[in-house]
């Protein structure tokens, strides 16, 4: 063995050796990255992080769609969705940048645009006149330029099988009273009320706070907070999850557990009352089942809060670096047609509503009514994250579900999430 | 230093071999590495250079700065370092650390030697028995962790076990409580372990000397004797090896940890390696992420340099 640890010494004289000669070439950061973009050759490429099979088949039926129009041929690049997250940044740095991005409207965008990374789509926004005033906020940036084009939205509620609520007697609840009262009810028949499923994805619970925010205290408290303007230790935001433990005792305890794919086979399953959840679970529900749900809004608490409700909206955004601009526009202008998102709508999952007023969403009961209560609303928002940033999401699943387990902790969690979100904010 | 010896010695003796031409004799004198040996050596290590010294190097750089990935970095001295003083995950993901590294390198030890001393004799169906524990190191991780979260989930094995038996109340929400969420991970993690480290001991007992036992034997020393005074003193190379695997394997612990809770629920089970990759890739505060990685870093370099410098002692 004596040999071994005279090896051992020399192999470790040789990395310091190398270590040295890699020390030599420099040192600083250069955020130098692999461009996966195509060089101008009339070529755009078009990075999507749609991956889901569905999703991902109607992609490239939208992309061969506008191929065949005669402009500049679009090449489409699909990426897991997690490493496109995760990625997104080190695109857009890239010296030779993707052009085009699959990406949500909103704070999450306008992020990249205060870096100066994005192209101004002003220009193909002139001819998006039909759109609602909302989507046109959702797409400027601060410093006033659009550098977004919304394509599709989709909403947040509470959903229930019309079957079991019909058996156990209960109607939709419109106030919060009358929804702790059905919450009580379906608990007497044996029944966990409220579904939820944070295990692996405990962002679901950021739902809850979204609402009970934007019910109790408005919209553009919630943004400010989100933005980095509030404080989550404020009384204001103490006075949202007072009103949460209301509803605690209704919760499912098995939904720590699982994940919101599971929440919804409990819900479907009837093993809970109901579920509050974006329209994308469907994805993951049997076809027949869906005939049977239906939502309600989620409960108004304040009558004199402005009803706000949650409509997260997805779209496209283009490299500022994008080799032929006017190509890129072209494209987007296009993306924004009422054809483009109806094409892309009936070839996926369905439940997505197109950004574009005069587009046709599927035609089911369930969609219209969803369209219609966002349409009915006095403000939108978009979701936790995409209001603030993916950065500070893991602040909020820290403190959400830390809350649903020791409630009695309030104060410390509300402490604790302020420093953590100060941390973002100051990075 | 043998090698120093031996170039001299083959020193002269290059142009005798070259036939007498004084200038091939030069050229095979400062030639003496062949050009392929250099192509073996400096190729590898400019591929290293790039892909791993150079990333590293920069690491060290970015644990000093503030960075979010888009603007340029911002110097900030050893600020990142004080702030994790102050931060109480950082607290807790150091304590997991150093529970992970005491119960999974401790115990993956202890089982892994005891199943290579079980194992060791050749008896009829013992391979049976050897390929069963070492079954789930060809598992990957991942895999690992979707069979054991399918045993943890509610009203799943684990809790149907405990019905069984009577023991209805032990039933936990394992991975969603703050108090077993890390043992919950450490047990499948051991599972796997305790067959590798089983097969690095099963080749250390192979290469004893069986005279050693004889000897043993003869001066009549019992099998517990026989354990203690020849096995474990002659597995002091394994050992090492053992230690080193342990080690790393202890601190760079995350496919399973993030493919089971995510360092969740609410970085009750955080590690250090799980922290960094959070910090990094979903808060994107890579300068801090870089800080928690030369942590990690140095933690595995003082454990294990410590280790060989004392076994390197020992042994001159």
């Known amino acids: 063995m004596t040999g071994l640890a005279a090896d051992r010494r020399t192999f470790l004289k040789g990395l310091g050796v190398l270590g040295a000669a890699a020390l030599v070439p420099g040192c600083a950061t250069s955020t130098k990255s692999p461009g996966s973009g195509s060089a101008a050759t009339g070529e755009l490429s078009l990075q999507s992080n749609l991956s889901s099979e569905q999703a991902k088949a109607a992609m490239e039926k939208l992309v061969a769609a506008y191929n065949k129009t005669g402009g500049a041929q679009v090449k489409l690049n699909t990426v897991a969705s997690e490493i496109f997250r995760t990625q997104l940044p080190t695109y857009l740095t890239s010296a030779n940048p993707p052009d085009v991005y699959t990406w949500y409207a909103g704070s999450v965008a306008d992020s990249y645009a205060k870096k100066d990374l994005l192209l101004d789509v002003t220009s193909v926004w002139d001819g998006l006149g039909n759109y609602p005033k909302s989507m046109q906020t959702l797409s400027t940036s601060t410093n006033g330029q659009k550098i977004f084009v919304p394509t599709s939205y989709y909403w947040w509620g509470m959903f229930y099988r019309k079957s079991n609520f019909a058996k156990w007697g209960v109607t939709p609840p419109k106030t919060w009273d009358d929804f702790l009262q059905v919450c009580r009810t379906i608990q007497g028949k044996g029944i966990p009320p409220i579904g939820i499923g944070l295990g692996d994805t405990p962002w679901v619970a950021s739902a809850w706070f979204d609402y009970l925010n934007i019910r109790i205290n408005g919209a553009p408290f919630h943004r400010e907070l989100l933005a980095g303007r509030g404080r989550f230790d404020d009384a204001k935001v103490k006075a949202v999850f007072t009103r949460w433990r209301e509803a605690l005792p209704y919760f499912d305890p098995k939904g720590k557990s699982f994940p919101f794919q599971e929440a919804t086979s409990a819900l479907l399953a009837g093993r809970t009352g109901m579920f509050l959840i974006g329209t994308f679970f469907a994805d993951s529900a049997p076809k027949d089942a869906l005939d049977d749900i239906d939502f309600f809004q989620f409960p108004i608490i304040d009558p004199a809060v402005p009803v706000a409700e949650e409509a997260p909206t997805d779209g496209y955004f283009a490299s500022r670096k994008a080799k032929d601009p006017d190509a890129v526009k072209k494209f987007m202008a296009w993306l924004a047609t009422a054809e483009a998102q109806e094409t892309y709508v009936q070839n996926s999952s369905g439940t997505a509503i197109p950004a574009n007023p005069d587009g046709k969403a599927a035609d089911t009961a369930l969609v219209k009514k969803g369209k219609a209560m966002i349409e009915g609303a006095a403000e939108l928002t978009q979701f936790f994250n995409r209001d603030s940033s993916d950065a500070l999401q893991p602040t909020a699943d820290a403190a959400l579900t830390k809350f649903l387990d020791k409630p009695d902790q309030l104060d410390q969690i509300l402490k604790d999430w302020q420093v953590a979100a100060e941390k973002v904010f100051t990075a | ?316």
């Open chain 2, 1 to 316: 230093m043998t090698s120093a010896l031996t170039e001299t010695a083959r020193g002269p003796s290059a142009p005798r071999a070259g036939g007498g031409a004084s200038r091939r004799a030069k050229r095979s004198a400062t030639g003496r590495v062949s050009p392929l040996i250099l192509v073996f050596v400096f190729v590898p290590f400019a591929v290293e250079a790039v892909w791993v010294f150079w990333p590293a190097v920069q690491g060290f750089w970015l644990a000093l700065t503030n960075w979010d990935g888009l603007s340029a970095p911002t110097f900030v001295g050893f600020g990142n370092f004080s702030d994790m003083a102050s931060d109480p995950i950082f607290r807790t993901a150091l304590k997991n650390t150093a529970i992970w590294l005491v119960l999974f390198g401790g115990l993956s030890v202890i089982g892994g030697f005891g199943m290579a001393l079980l194992l060791q004799r050749e008896r009829r169906g013992v391979g049976i028995y050897r390929a069963a524990l070492f079954t789930p190191v060809v598992f990957s991780l991942v895999v690992t962790a979707l069979i054991w979260r399918v045993f943890y989930q509610p009203d799943g094995l684990v809790d149907t076990i405990l019905r069984t038996i009577g023991l209805g109340d032990f039933v936990q929400p394992w991975l969603a409580d703050p108090d077993t969420a890390l043992y919950a991970v450490i047990v499948p993690a051991l599972w796997r372990q305790i067959g590798y480290v089983m097969v690095l001991y099963l080749a250390g007992l192979k290469a004893v000397d069986p005279a050693l036992y004889e000897a043993a034997k003869v001066d009549g020393a019992s099998a517990w004797q026989r354990t203690l005074y020849v096995t474990i003193p002659q597995l002091k190379g394994v050992n090492s090896v053992v230690l080193s695997v342990i080690v790393i394997d202890s601190l760079r612990s995350f496919d399973i940890v993030w493919s089971m809770t995510k360092g969740g629920p609410y970085h009750s089970s955080e590690l250090l390696s799980t922290y960094m990759y959070s910090t990094a890739f979903q808060s994107t505060q890579l300068g801090y992420a870089s800080a928690l990685a030369v942590v990690i870093f140095l933690l595995a370099l003082a454990v294990i340099l410590g280790y060989l410098i004392r076994a390197f002692r020992e042994e001159t």
